[in-house]
């Protein structure tokens, strides 16, 4: 497809592949197997730019919009899904929360060091027991006293959690008022007490970046931390997911592609009865079903990343996108392994835990069944899926830039 891009995003490509071949590569089992998060590896993706190519380039960004955003995650998941778990959190979800929502001062104080890497971001929305259900089961609640605010609650897969230093936490401010009670705080683990991180054992899944049961005893948030006004919480956080679809699909793509680069390269090396098992029918079959499929993803996730850089209603787009991408990675990381056959199972092999992280992006970041509800209601004209486009009234960074509206201030 790259005949069919702007000019820049080959480029782009071919400097992620170097910077994960050069630096990520080579000392990424050494994190696993230590249980440690790469912060240096980190710092060093938000100074190549990896994090900031949907934010100006006052706040730290490059400004190059969606769809570099997707050929960076694409290729750094392609390249190690493990380390490519830092991204939505440096590059997508967190910062994008602060700066629809926050105000200027907070977006220029957290944004600028998020997508540099010098601070590992996170956002926490769902509850044990909510799962898909993020505002029913929400019972986390902030109280105010004084200038302060204290939280208490829980959360659940809590990414980053453990090693936030500046995050995005979301509960409710009025148990009684639905919607429009959730509200959203900027959060410093680090400064304040009542935070609490236990790291959740997931088979097959990193030991260096990790989800977190989260659990919150008084927590501490000043008030000029709250995220807009009391009760602007759901708001924001469904305008940040929207974009975080796209780009987590990307992952689920990256994911894809490693998994049939590995099927192909075993089914050329593996030899039976003289010949390679990419010689028999059986395996061509599966391939080609598997290369089908990564090129349907990729066409949707591009086309997804490109209206959003048009400003145009992507909502309907970015669910068909994850839910494809999701499938996609499933089907591939399946076939992939079964090719495999019993050294699929093996730790020896990149795709035993390319097929864990397969089911994780099947039920993370909007479960598919989700996905597909909001396919169909708009399908059957129920619930059009890009009803509220242009409506939120919150700050976009492809169309706004905090700097001038500082300037303007002043």
């Known amino acids: 497809m790259d005949e069919f891009l702007p000019e820049e995003i080959p480029a782009i490509r071919d400097s992620v592949i170097k910077f994960m071949e050069t630096q990520v590569n080579p000392v990424m089992d050494g994190y696993e197997e230590r249980g440690e998060a790469p912060r240096d590896l980190v710092l060093k993706a938000g100074e190549a730019g990896f994090f900031g190519a949907v934010f100006p380039e006052s706040v730290g960004g490059t400004d190059l919009g969606y769809l570099a955003a997707v050929v960076i995650q694409e290729e750094v998941a392609r390249n190690d899904i493990r380390f490519a778990a830092c991204l939505n959190q440096q590059s997508s979800t967190c910062p994008n929360?602060?700066?629809?929502?926050?105000?200027?001062?907070?977006?220029?104080?957290?944004?600028?060091?998020?997508v540099a890497g010098k601070t590992i971001g996170m956002m926490s929305l769902t509850e044990p027991g909510g799962g898909s259900d993020a505002l029913g089961a929400m019972k986390t609640v902030a109280k105010r006293e004084g200038d302060v605010y204290k939280i208490n609650g829980s959360k659940m897969w809590a990414s980053l959690a453990n090693e936030t230093d500046v995050g995005v936490l979301v509960c409710k401010t009025d148990p009684d008022a639905g919607a429009k009670g959730v509200s959203a705080f900027i959060v410093e683990p680090k400064k304040y007490p009542g935070w609490t991180a236990q790291p959740v054992?997931?088979?097959?899944?990193?030991?260096?970046?990790?989800?977190?049961?989260?659990?919150?005893?008084?927590?501490?948030?000043?008030?000029?931390?709250?995220?807009?006004?009391?009760?602007?919480?759901?708001?924001?956080?469904m305008r940040a997911l929207q974009p975080g679809r796209v780009t987590v699909a990307a992952k689920a793509l990256g994911i894809a592609r490693a998994a049939f680069?590995?099927?192909?390269?075993?089914?050329?090396?593996?030899?039976?009865?003289?010949?390679?098992?990419?010689?028999?029918?059986?395996?061509?079959?599966?391939?080609?079903?598997?290369?089908?499929?990564?090129?349907?993803?990729?066409?949707?996730?591009?086309h997804a990343a490109q209206c959003l850089d048009a400003n145009l209603p992507s909502n309907r787009i970015a669910s068909i996108a994850k839910y494809h991408a999701s499938l996609t990675a499933k089907f591939v990381a399946d076939k992939a392994q079964q090719i495999f056959g019993g050294y699929g199972l093996s730790t020896e092999y990149k795709i035993s835990y390319l097929k864990a992280y397969s089911d994780m992006f099947y039920t993370g970041e909007g479960t598919a069944n989700v996905q597909k509800i909001v396919i169909a209601e708009d399908a059957l004209g129920y619930k059009l899926a890009d009803r509220h486009h242009g409506s939120s009234t919150l700050r976009n960074p492809r169309l706004s830039d905090v700097a001038r509206e500082l300037q303007g201030a002043e």
């Open 97 to 114: 929360f602060i700066y629809y929502g926050g105000t200027p001062e907070q977006v220029m104080k957290y944004v600028p060091n998020l």
């Open 201 to 237: 054992p997931m088979m097959g899944l990193s030991k260096a970046f990790r989800t977190n049961a989260l659990f919150l005893d008084d927590f501490t948030v000043p008030v000029e931390n709250l995220i807009g006004k009391e009760g602007d919480g759901f708001k924001i956080a």
């Open 261 to 302: 680069d590995e099927a192909v390269k075993y089914a050329n090396e593996r030899v039976i009865k003289g010949s390679p098992i990419g010689k028999f029918q059986m395996i061509q079959s599966d391939i080609a079903d598997m290369s089908a499929q990564i090129e349907a993803s990729r066409t949707l996730i591009y």
